[in-house]
């Protein structure tokens, strides 16, 4: 993927060379390449296709490929801050106009968050400047001086650019958070909710009273602070422009997965949203994921079980965890923590899936931790395959089945208990195991629990809990109702940083930037993003089935993260 | 401006920063397992160490003149004043209302300086992971009788973490040439994400020497070490961290804590300043 980029990015630097060389010679004015500005801006590659190289904090050199300007300025260009370093805004329409004293740009700053007092000072006392244009721009990025004068911070490097590179930047730069993102009018902002054909109505219905339950209270409020806009406690008439009203569209995919990308093409022309938020969605996320990275549309936690293979570094979606593949991987770890670990493992899957994709995960983290190991691995098609399976190999030591179908498998197994010492299945299965089980089979039986353990204390659950209540919304399905509060959550507070500056990768951003804050409804031990992260919980648990508790499980490992 | 309680959601928009703040102080003050609350003051409070000994040697230091005075850090305590006086008002920090809040603080830009001050920590008895995916108890560790130079960073960090790591990376040749017995510590924030891998990669990216030592661990245990240096950020919030650098002689003597980033030269110069005091 990265290759890929280099050598084009190399191909068009030599293309440019060819056709931009001659301007250069002839001095500045040239138009930039918004490509090549790109690929600076990213990737610290420079128009001569070498990393740049600049100097910060006075005598450390840095290359483009230690970082690049995305790094601190962000992919939308509104920048951030950290440890007190204020990264401020980049983009076109900030840059190239003059910076003059504006109140209510101030109280963007000033809100933002925690920040030490040398930022407060400098938010106070705001540097002024004139406009930048290309000439301006080539000083402060080589020399560390703004158009005002100013030394810029020692943290900014001083790079070594050329003519062509600042150009190329210059233009990147003004195509940067340009236009407000699809999804957002003058009043409304549109938001959209995936539900896929295979999900449970129970848990869609929960998941939908909840989010409707959300909306309906936002605007409510939305309703009473926009009716009487010149009342003005806490300056609030200064965000009068932020608010709009959440509109929600349920999104109800159907028929086999390949169908779905122009199912949802077609739901987006329709009525573009903002973002997706939760939905609920059986089997592989991969098609509405790749929907989502084409359109730049964020989707905000999904309850997926399987999300997109891979680091999903800077992609669209967001998700809790790594759902089935790491249930795979955590296993593995934990069976080469034991003190004897086993001899031989024999792991039954479905074909689908739910069944594959965890069992290649258990079956690569072997290989890596515990090689010595014998994993005989059986596959099955359906009820009938499950129980041929079970009746050849279910007196082996140790059991690992990945089901396609947790509740199918579950009944098969309480019905013909095999004789394994150790059964190792996934979380999924936990409230139908639970139940189904016999006292012999459930003390024989371990799940992989990339859940919290029930004992841990969040804050936050009892305010959510508290809100659920006190609106008579019915919790029959608590932990997806949890994490759907969570991912509404994380979208109001996503907006409320943003204001009124409706671009999609900042409120992503943001998002990185708030996950970790106390927000954790209590489903995961910790819920963490960071720059470019993706799945904010990284580990499981290994839990027992414990019928004589409320919640049915007891953890009985420590946290293990891959 | 004054610390507003957040009364509905109605000012949703104006008090993002506040209703953050009252979200966070009130769910860390009653954590059972984190006992600091929002803000540094009372965060350095809750770690026990003593500010009176712990602080006495404070000072602000410019990176613009040419560190006039390394030898005499001990007695060099001018801007104590200054600190105490953010320390004795009730105000959180992070409000800025303080005497700081200057125009000549706006002005300044903040990275040419750095805070420097001498502190005991104890080094708690942990077990963290090495880049090589090895055990490492953290006190062991640190029982090391030579010098060491530490911080806290972790790899997805956009802004200060690189420019630390670059930091460490350069000053490394200088470093040896000074004095070869020195152990470098670098300690992620992030430790589920920051795999054993993930730090072997980010070592290979700062071109990082064998004694350069990256550890990850379970979230807890990071966290009591983190506590142990007096390096706990806000809401436990890692984005909210702050650019520290801790540098020791040996295992028996206090750490050198500097807060703010550092040049290369500038930290090679502290390495000396520390490892051989007579000769500046």
Redesign the interface.
């Known amino acids: 993927m990265r290759r890929l980029s280099m050598k084009e990015a190399l191909l068009a630097a030599a293309l440019s060379f060819g056709l931009v060389a001659a301007p250069v010679l002839a001095g500045a004015g040239q138009a930039g390449d918004t490509d090549l500005g790109r690929t600076l801006y990213w990737e610290g590659i420079g128009a001569d296709g070498q990393p740049i190289t600049g100097v910060?904090?006075?005598?450390?050199?840095?290359t483009g490929?230690?970082?690049s300007c995305v790094?601190?300025h962000?992919p939308s260009g509104f920048g951030?801050?950290?440890?007190?370093?204020y990264?401020p805004p980049i983009i076109g329409s900030v840059l190239f106009e003059d910076k003059t004293p504006n109140r209510n740009r101030m109280?963007k700053d000033?809100?933002?968050?925690?920040?030490?007092?040398?930022?407060?000072?400098?938010v106070?006392?705001?540097?002024m400047r004139p406009a930048y244009d290309d000439a301006l721009l080539a000083r402060a990025l080589r020399d560390g001086v703004d158009a005002g004068g100013?030394?810029?911070?020692?943290?900014m490097p001083r790079y070594d650019l050329s003519a062509a590179d600042v150009a190329n930047l210059s233009a990147y730069l003004k195509t940067l958070s340009d236009e407000i993102d699809p999804g957002v009018t003058e009043r409304d902002i549109h938001f959209a909710t995936i539900i896929g054909p295979d999900a449970d109505p129970g848990e869609a219905d929960a998941m939908l009273r909840t989010m409707e339950l959300f909306f309906e209270w936002?605007n409510k409020?939305t309703e009473?602070?926009t009716n009487n806009p010149t009342f003005s406690?806490?300056?609030?008439s200064?965000?009068i422009s932020?608010?709009r009203y959440w509109q929600l569209h349920v999104w109800r995919l159907e028929g086999p997965s390949e169908t779905w990308r122009a199912q949802l093409e077609a739901k987006y022309a329709e009525q573009p949203v903002f973002a997706t938020i939760s939905g609920l969605v059986e089997g592989p996320w991969d098609e509405i994921g790749s929907f989502c990275d084409d359109n730049r549309l964020p989707c905000i936690f999904p309850n997926a079980e399987l999300p997109t293979p891979g680091e999903g570094r800077y992609g669209y979606s967001v998700y809790f965890n790594r759902g089935l593949v790491l249930e795979g991987e955590a296993l593995g770890l934990h069976l080469a923590d034991r003190d004897t670990p086993p001899a031989r493992v024999v792991q039954i899957h479905g074909t689908g899936p739910q069944g594959m994709r965890p069992a290649r995960a258990f079956e690569e983290t072997m290989a890596m931790v515990l090689g010595e190991t014998e994993i005989e691995t059986v596959t099955y098609e359906d009820e009938a395959g499950l129980r041929a399976a079970l009746a050849a190999h279910g007196d082996a030591e140790t059991l690992v089945i990945w089901p396609q179908d947790a509740a199918e498998a579950v009944a098969v197994l309480a019905e013909a208990p095999p004789a394994a010492a150790r059964i190792f299945l996934p979380s999924a299965t936990q409230t139908s195991a639970v139940k189904a089980f016999s006292p012999d089979m459930i003390a024989r039986t371990r799940l992989v629990w990339p859940y919290d353990a029930p004992d841990s204390?969040h804050?936050?659950k009892f305010r959510i809990r508290g809100w659920m209540h006190s609106r008579r919304l019915e919790v029959s399905h608590p932990r997806i109702q949890l994490q759907t509060y969570y991912a509404l959550t994380m979208a109001?507070?996503g907006l409320?940083?943003v204001?009124n500056d409706f671009y999609r990768d900042y409120m992503l951003e943001i998002i990185?930037?708030?996950a970790?804050?106390?927000?954790n409804p209590g489903t995961h031990?910790?819920l963490?993003l960071?720059?470019?992260?993706r799945f904010a919980s990284?580990?499981a648990f290994i839990a027992e089935l414990a019928p004589d508790k409320r919640v049915g499980y007891r953890v009985v490992s420590?946290?293990i993260?891959? | 401006m004054t610390l507003i309680k957040p009364v509905s959601r109605s000012a949703r928009f104006g008090l993002a920063a506040v209703s953050f703040f009252a979200l966070v102080a009130p769910a860390v003050a009653d954590h059972p397992g984190h006992d600091h609350d929002g803000h540094d003051h009372a965060a350095q409070d809750s770690t026990g160490h003593d500010h009176g000994a712990g602080h006495a040697k404070q000072d602000d230091h410019s990176g613009h003149d040419a560190h006039a005075g390394h030898g005499e850090h001990a007695g060099h305590d001018m801007s104590q004043g200054e600190d105490h006086a953010a320390m004795d008002h009730r105000m959180p920090e992070h409000l800025g209302m303080d005497m700081g809040n200057t125009a000549e603080a706006a002005m300044r830009p903040d990275g040419f300086q750095y805070k420097r001050s001498a502190n005991d920590y104890v080094m708690p008895a942990v077990t963290l992971r090495n880049q090589q995916a090895q055990k490492v108890n953290f006190a062991e560790l640190m029982d090391y009788d030579g010098p060491v130079v530490l911080n806290f960073i972790f790899t997805s960090c956009a802004t200060i973490c690189p420019v630390m790591s670059a930091t460490f990376g350069q000053t490394q040749e200088d470093l040896v040439a000074i004095d070869d017995s020195y152990m470098m510590v670098s300690i992620s924030i992030d430790p589920e994400y920051d795999t054993p891998r993930r730090l072997r990669e980010y070592a290979q990216l700062h071109a990082a020497r064998d004694n350069w030592v990256m550890l990850t661990g379970q979230f807890d245990d990071i966290f009591t070490v983190v506590r142990s240096f007096d390096a706990v950020y806000k809401g436990e919030n890692k984005m909210y961290h702050r650019p520290l650098t801790f540098l020791r002689q040996g295992k028996d003597t206090p750490w050198l804590r500097l807060e703010g980033l550092l040049g290369s030269e500038e930290l090679a110069e502290e390495y000396a300043a520390l490892l051989r005091p007579e000769v500046n």
């Not at chain 1, 406690?233 to 609030?236: A, D, F, K, L, V």
């Open positions: 910060t904090q006075g005598d450390v050199k840095v490929a230690q970082f790094n601190c962000r951030t801050s950290e440890g007190g370093n990264v109280f000033l809100y933002q968050e925690v920040q030490p007092p040398g930022f407060w000072a400098r106070r006392q705001p540097r100013h030394e810029l911070d020692p943290i936002l409020d009473g602070d406690p806490n300056y609030r200064n965000f932020a608010y204390y804050p936050r109001e507070f409320m940083h204001i990185e930037h708030e970790e804050n106390e927000l031990p910790e963490a960071g720059p470019g992260q990284k580990g420590e946290w993260v891959p």
